[in-house]
């Protein structure tokens, strides 16, 4: 017997399905490059019925470019990323960053791809750009109490550390073989062990 409330026939998409399938469908063909209609036939469902959770396809890549930076957000908050040196507040940045990429990496590798071309994208990329500051100032504060390299400008270091990170949207794949704690330490071994000062 059918629960009370059950659908019936068609099993319905509810909008983290939704939009699950849209990011999937914009990093393949580019946001906008994906039209609604291409999304709902995709999903085997109307266009209205895309139009009952979202108004627009706009909304679902704020959705979407929202679910990465706030990931990202998440871990400047996280306690290990407000007290102690700044080295290891960085350190710990990086690393959960990494894993907030391995968590949500259709989430982020469509941040990483937005150029500014709607106001969502733009909104986006004002909000990154929130989040490489203060990066750039927990590696000022690094060498500011001497353990960081200081001959090294703290935006270009923040820069080569999150491009590093970036780059993992490139060729990381969940079911490679490596999770996402020895990705972490690969990564900031490699990058701390050239700026940290010995």
């Not at 690094?142 to 780059?167: K, Q, Y």
Request: glycine content about 8%; overall charge neutral.
């Amino acid at each position: 017997m059918a629960e009370p409330g059950a659908r019936r026939g068609r099993p319905g998409y509810d909008l983290e399905s939704l939009l699950v399938v849209a990011v999937k469908l914009f990093n393949e063909r580019g946001y906008d490059g994906t039209s609604m209609e291409e999304l709902s036939r995709k999903l085997g469902i109307t266009k209205s019925a895309i139009y009952h959770h979202v108004p627009s396809k706009q909304e679902l890549l704020r959705l979407a470019v929202d679910r990465a930076l706030d990931g990202l957000f998440a871990v400047t908050e996280e306690p290990r990323s407000l007290d102690g040196r700044a080295i290891d507040r960085l350190e710990h940045v990086v690393r959960r960053s990494v894993a907030v990429l391995v968590e949500r990496l259709p989430f982020v590798t469509l941040l990483l791809r937005v150029r500014g071309n709607t106001k969502v994208e733009r909104a986006a990329l004002a909000r990154r750009r929130e989040f490489d500051h203060l990066v750039t100032e927990l590696v000022t504060q690094a060498a500011a109490e001497g353990d960081l390299r200081a001959d090294i400008d703290p935006a270009v270091t923040s820069r080569l550390l999150f491009g590093m990170v970036n780059s993992l949207i490139e060729w990381y794949r969940p079911r490679g073989g490596i999770d996402a704690d020895a990705l972490a330490d690969a990564v900031c071994t490699i990058a701390f062990a050239g700026l940290r000062v010995h």
